[in-house]
Structures are given as structure tokens and as C-alpha cells.
């Protein structure tokens, strides 16, 4: 999905720069080869996703596009003049191509600089001129890049810097990026808005072409070089440089697009709110040009930091800091290596969070600086040392263990912090590698379980997921254990199986499998921690199985086979019976399990399907009442939910009835009714209802068990009834009219 994206963006931008001046459409693409582009998007480094994008598009590209080739940070470590152009404008496709495959990334991020040369190659004061920059992070050395953009901006023909963000996930870099963009009037995207910007890009590439013909001026303002657009309360005023009237005004407003005449001229920003005032003067303004003036309204910003503890702390703890400074959006708390570059962080917090914001120190002991960040342009505000000394940790074990046992860790080390654990892994196992492990906020100590293989392992105590503190060595033992059941059983037969084994962990189990499935596989199964002897049930088809003692859910430590054979059962019952009739059907079969029950259901029924039924532990007969629909049925034997080991036809013959009641009754009034039916069953009743209401609604009812005949209460409301005889709580089986009137008549 980024490759698509990032191919399309390309399109995208090169077609803009030929729409925008076909005679001079000529673009710098500047390559980001800093060492963090080794960083992975689903488990591809981003320099091998972009050399692949790069080739899909110069192997595409039109060839009326003249494009070059700058890159950063490919050629040395820590050099922030580290920039080379591998490829000038128009070169050809296979040498950019090659170029490119060439790059590998080990240093800095000068990006300003970078897009600085870019501009200077394409003669950006005299010409159009175009730079492509793709950047997975921020400016690690020039301090200000959106000024620098700015500038460019201001003393170009027509200059424009489009941003494709590469997996830059932060804030606080996104906003520079983006701000590089917007100073030049140019696009930031990133690579991670695939889904939404696939479509739109594609479109953007086969749209025609669009025709400069006015000449247009974006003006903007922001809080610092670099900092937040102000989007309202701003008074705008356009002046040719020589002096004179006014050739634009704007009030109260933020970002202006002015249509103005081409020239030289100050342009002058005011924030009445706070009296803030800024200016640019000499902007040269082209004919059919557009262009992006952007000023920085300046103001002063201070911060302060104090430690607690001051001055030192432990690796990896967490330290208190004090703050004080604007709490502009994106401000933050960073620590970083004393002399990093600006914007560098091990750790941060946002100042959103409130004073005093916690800060875990390094795991890695030395020389480092607390700083206030301000996030929006990114600057050191103030910063104080702080000394990182070693974290120190102990742990206590026994010598050995047995495979898949639970053994208890006793460990000592600085304060819980998140990412710190105790585990067990092999000796040559990476630091950031683990098995079963336990967080060392819980508290000591630790319950361990051991691998299920035997051999030479280590505990250790892991701090912040990276760093090893503490290590001891433990020799893990291997794990003996058996089972003992019968050598035959009957298909889905519940059997005792005797076992011994290593102590109870979880994912350890008794089952029963075919003797070829995987050591993971299993049908009924027993957790060992329930006790010898483990109930488990045999599967219901015959056939050759082995009963297993499984620990930690993957390792087979005991095998023993078993044969389960067919299992048998019979059903007896009358041939014939009344719809909704309960039947007695004797019958025998294997030793009743969970899920055997004895049913009647259509012949053609799935084998888990059922109407009424009884479980086979109730002991034979079982009472089975009769569908209320008359047809041809079957009585079934079902064993677990799922296997017919016995059927029976049965017809099921129409119930009857009778009803023999008055034909009026005063509202209120008691009648009698007498009927004849079916043997009375569960939800038989007599009942007066609404004439045309469904079959199971009612006014009043009486159950048939209590015989016939039968009194009623009429509903209170005069009107046309009836009676019914409702057989199984659903099917009325005869209807008699009534008619219900005033109790005063």
C-alpha cells in the first residue's frame, strides 16, 4: 500500500510541475539516506521500499520529464555536510537508476541544506524550479529548515518544495515537514495515507492539465519561524517597495490568497490582539506565477527545568520534572544525549501532561541533558545534565529444574519501571528475547515456568525490554511422565486413565488423538492440575488412537495406544402415535455421556438436530413427546451432540378434538366447556381469544390436564370470540365461535 502511494505521489507532483510551467518543468528529487531509513514498514527496510518505488517510476516516467537526483547521509556517519548530487537534472533514467540502488544509508538528516543545493542547481532565483523531498524524519542539523524554505520561497522566481513524509509517525515531525511544504506553497503528504489519497492522486495524474494564467500570492503567518499557522485576527496590508498606496488589504483573517499585480513589494502582518507585527520586504512577484509568503511573528519563549532527584540518577528510573515555559501545543520533556542534535530524544512527555512530567531515565549509564523541547518550530527552550549511573540487579534460583516445571526467582533491582521482567532464555538468546516471564512491577518473586526442552538456559532480569542487568545460569532437566487406561474402549465411551507426571502448569492435559495428529491436537482432554485419574472420552469413530500426557500445550512427554470400537445401541417404541402424544421408547446403548439424548425428528433432519428430548442418563424409557404435525418421523439414538448410533420410523397420526361450549356469554361471565382430546401434554390448554388473533394469543385459558369440563371467565370487553383448543402451546386443533355481550344487557 505505501509503494502504490508513494508511485502515485510521484506521478502526481511531476505532472504538477509540468502543468504549472511546460517549458521549464524541471524537479530535483532529494533522497532522505540518513541511518534511520534502515527502519522497517511490515519487515522491509524503508531505502529497499524506496528503491524499488523509484525504480517503478523512472522506468515509467514520460521521457519529456527531466528530473535529477540529490541524496543526505549516505556516505558517512555524524557529517551533516554529507549531501551529494548523484544525478543532474536530465540525466539519464538508468544512471539515476543505478544511483539509487547504490545508496546506503548511515548518517545525518541536513535537509535544509540539501533543498538549499537542490535550488541552487536549478537556478531557482532566475527559473521555476521544483524539489522533490522524501524524508522519514526531521532536520538534524540546520536549526531552522522552515526558515530556510522560507527564504528560498522568497528569493525564487517560482519556488516550490512538495514533502513526502516516509512512516513519520510523530507530531512534532510531522509538522516540520509540513511546514517545509506550506512555506513554499508546495504538498506534504505522507506515505501512510494510502487509503485515502490512492484514488485522489491517480485522478490528479490523469487530469488535464491546468493553465497558470494569473498571478497569485498565499500569505501566511506564523507564531515563531517555523511555529503554528495563525488562522484568524490578522490585518494584511500589500505596498509596491518604492512606496505608494496600498495594493491589498485584508482584516481579521489568517491564510489570504490575493490575486496581485506582478512587482516588487512589502508586505507587512499585524496582530492587533497582542500588537505583534512582522514583515517581508522586497517580495518580487512574477507574472502567472504562484507564491507563498510566509512570516514569522516573533515574541520571546522561555522555560526553566528543575530535577528531582537533581543532577543523578539511576538506569532506567524515573525521574520528576519540574517545569515552567509556554506549554504551547506540541511542547514536551525530552532527555537525550548531552549534545545531541536538536529535536533528538531517548524519552519524552508532552507538557499537556502538567508539571512536573516524569521522565525514565536511559538503561544505558552516562552523560545526558533533561530539555524542554518547544514543539512547533522544534528548539531547546532550556535544558539541565543529568548523570545516568548503572543499575545494579540480582537474582536467586535453584541449579536445575525440570522441563515445563514452576520454579520461584527471587530478584532484586532498581524501581519497576515498564519493560522490566524476569525470564528465562537460552545463553545466546538476544537481550530483547524472552520465554515465559514475569513483569517485576508484581514483586518479588517471580514464578518462572521452565522450556519443555532439557538443556543450559539463563534467568534473567531485563530492564526496559533491552538491557540484561543480571543473569544465572539454570540447567533444565528433562520431564518424565505416564498414562495408564484400557487398551480398548467403546466409541465415545467416558474411561479412567491413571497418569503421573511433572507438577501442574498451566497448558498441561490428558487426552486422546490419532496417533499421526500434531502434539497440539486434541478431542476430549483433562487438565492434569484436576487430579489423577482424568475422565476423558473416546472420539466416536473406531479406529486406532493413543491417549497422551501433553505439557504446555505443545510438548507429547507419555503415549499410550488405545482402540475404540464401534459403538452400538437400540430403540423401541409403538409404530404409530397421535400428533403431540408423549411416547415411551425403551432403549439401550454405551454408557450414557454428555450430549447422548434420545429425540424424534424428520427423517431427513440433520444428525444434531432435535425437537423434544431426553438426555440418556435419565435411564430407559425415555418419555418422548411426538411432533405436533402429523407425518413420518424418526426416533434417533444421538450420541455427543452428534453421532445417530440408533433410528426408528414412527408415523405420526392428526390429533383430534372436540369443544362444546355456548355460543354467547355476558362480559365477565363464567361458562363451562366441556372438550375431548389428545392425552393432556405440556401446553394443552382450552382458551378464549379475539376471533383473528394468532393461534397463541389468548383473553383467558385453562389447562386440559385439569379435565374436562372446564370453566372460563369471559373477557370484560363485548365482541366476536372464540374458542380454542390449543395443543402444545401453537396449534389449535378446533374452534368453536362466541359471542361476547354487555354484562348489562
Known amino acids: 500500500m505505501v509503494l502504490r502511494t508513494l508511485i502515485a505521489l510521484f506521478f502526481s507532483i511531476l505532472a504538477g510541475i509540468s502543468t504549472a510551467a511546460a517549458d521549464d518543468g524541471d524537479a530535483i528529487l532529494v533522497m532522505d539516506a540518513s541511518g534511520s531509513m534502515w527502519g522497517q514498514i511490515e519487515g522491509e527496510a524503508k531505502i529497499a521500499i524506496a528503491k524499488r518505488v523509484l525504480g517503478d517510476l523512472l522506468s515509467d516516467l514520460p521521457p519529456e520529464r527531466r528530473l535529477g537526483l540529490i541524496a543526505y547521509g549516505h556516505n558517512r556517519k555524524g557529517d551533516c555536510a554529507d549531501i551529494e548530487e548523484l544525478a543532474a537534472v536530465g540525466a539519464d533514467r ?20 540539501s533543498i538549499k543545493l537542490a ?9 521555476k524550479a521544483t524539489v522533490i523531498l522524501v524524508s522519514d524524519g526531521i ?13 528560498l520561497e522568497q528569493a525564487g522566481v517560482d519556488f516550490t518544495a512538495h514533502v513526502i513524509g516516509f512512516d513519520v509517525t510523530e507530531e512534532n515531525d510531522a509538522a516540520q515537514l509540513r511546514c517545509i511544504a506550506e512555506n513554499t506553497g508546495g504538498d506534504y503528504v505522507s506515505a501512510s495515507d494510502a487509503d485515502e489519497l490512492s484514488d485522489a492522486l491517480e485522478e490528479t495524474v490523469a487530469a488535464a492539465p491546468e493553465v497558470v494564467t494569473e498571478t497569485k500570492v498565499r500569505l501566511r503567518a506564523t507564531e515563531l519561524e517555523g511555529g503554528l499557522v495563525i488562522e484568524e485576527g490578522l490585518e494584511w496590508s500589500v505596498t509596491p517597495a518604492g512606496g505608494g498606496d496600498a495594493v491589498f488589504t485584508e482584516s481579521d483573517a489568517g491564510v489570504v490568497d490575493a490575486v496581485i499585480a506582478p512587482g516588487v513589494y512589502d508586505i507587512t502582518v499585524t496582530r492587533p490582539a497582542d500588537g505583534l507585527t512582522g514583515d517581508q520586504k522586497g517580495v518580487r512577484i512574477d507574472e502567472n506565477t504562484w507564491k507563498t509568503v510566509t512570516i514569522a511573528l516573533t515574541f520571546p519563549v522561555e522555560a526553566t527545568l528543575r530535577a528531582e532527584p537533581a543532577g543523578e540518577g539511576v538506569a532506567g528510573s524515573v525521574v520528576k520534572v519540574h517545569w515552567t515555559g509556554p506549554d504551547r501545543r506540541g511542547d514536551y520533556i525530552a532527555i537525550a544525549e548531552k549534545d545531541a542534535d536538536n529535536g533528538a530524544y531517548i524519552t519524552y512527555a508532552y507538557t499537556r501532561g502538567g508539571s512536573p512530567a516524569e521522565i525514565r531515565l536511559p538503561v544505558e549509564s552516562g552523560d545526558y541533558e533533561l530539555r524542554y523541547m518547544l514543539g512547533r518550530p522544534i528548539r531547546t527552550l532550556a535544558s539541565i545534565n543529568m548523570t545516568v549511573t548503572p543499575a545494579s540487579a540480582t537474582l536467586s534460583a535453584p541449579d536445575t529444574a525440570i522441563a515445563g516445571s514452576e520454579i520461584s526467582v527471587e530478584f532484586t533491582g532498581p524501581p519497576a519501571g515498564s519493560g522490566d521482567w524476569v525470564t528465562i532464555v537460552a545463553p545466546d538468546a538476544a537481550d530483547n528475547k524472552y520465554t515465559s516471564y514475569h513483569y517485576t512491577r508484581s514483586g518479588s518473586p517471580a514464578t518462572i515456568r521452565m522450556p519443555l526442552e532439557a538443556g543450559e538456559y539463563e534467568l534473567r532480569f531485563v530492564q526496559n525490554n533491552t538491557k540484561v542487568l543480571a543473569r544465572r545460569p539454570i540447567t533444565v532437566t528433562a520431564a518424565s511422565a505416564s498414562v495408564s487406561g484400557p487398551q480398548t474402549a467403546v466409541a465415545g465411551e467416558e474411561v479412567q486413565i491413571e497418569f503421573t507426571g511433572p507438577e ?14 500434531p502434539p497440539k491436537k486434541y478431542n476430549d482432554y483433562h487438565y492434569t492440575r484436576s487430579g489423577s485419574p482424568a475422565t476423558v472420552r ?3 469413530e473406531p479406529g486406532e488412537y493413543e491417549i497422551r500426557f501433553v505439557q504446555g500445550n505443545s510438548k507429547v512427554i507419555a503415549r499410550q495406544p ?45 444428525d444434531n438436530k432435535f425437537t423434544d428430548y431426553e438426555y440418556t442418563k435419565s435411564g430407559s424409557p425415555a418419555q418422548i413427546r411426538m411432533p405436533l404435525d402429523a407425518g413420518e418421523y424418526e426416533i434417533r439414538f444421538v450420541q455427543a451432540n452428534k453421532k445417530v448410533l440408533a433410528r426408528r420410523p414412527i408415523t405420526v397420526t392428526p390429533a383430534s378434538a372436540t369443544l362444546d361450549g355456548p355460543s354467547s356469554a355476558k362480559a365477565g361471565e363464567t361458562i363451562e366447556i366441556a372438550f375431548t382430546g389428545p392425552p393432556p401434554g405440556q401446553g394443552d390448554y382450552v382458551a378464549i381469544s379475539k376471533k383473528g388473533a394468532p393461534d397463541n394469543k389468548y383473553e383467558n385459558y385453562a389447562y386440559t390436564k385439569s379435565g374436562s369440563p372446564l370453566r372460563l371467565r369471559a373477557p370484560k370487553e363485548p365482541g366476536e370470540y372464540e374458542l380454542r383448543f390449543v395443543h402444545g402451546y401453537k396449534k389449535v386443533l378446533t374452534r368453536a365461535p362466541i359471542t361476547v355481550t354487555s354484562a348489562e344487557e
Not at 403431540?580 to 439424548?597: H, K, L, N, Q, Y
Open 94 to 113: 538508468a544512471a539515476i537508476a543505478a544511483a539509487v540502488e547504490g545508496l546506503s544509508p548511515k548518517g545525518k538528516t541536513p535537509m535544509a541544506d
Open 538 to 540: 473416546m472420539p466416536l
Open 119 to 127: 535550488a541552487e542547481k536549478l537556478k531557482y532565483t532566475e527559473n
Open 139 to 151: 532536520e538534524t542539523c540546520a536549526p531552522d529548515p522552515c526558515g530556510v524554505a522560507a527564504a
Open 562 to 606: 488405545i482402540t475404540v470400537t464401534q459403538a452400538t445401541a437400540t430403540l423401541s417404541a409403538n409404530d404409530t402415535a397421535v400428533a403431540g402424544e408423549t411416547v415411551s421408547v425403551d432403549f439401550t446403548g454405551p454408557e450414557p455421556a454428555s450430549g447422548d439424548w434420545i429425540t424424534v425428528i424428520a427423517p431427513d433432519a440433520p
Open 504 to 517: 501442574p502448569a498451566s497448558g498441561d492435559w490428558i487426552t486422546v488423538t490419532a496417533p499421526d495428529a
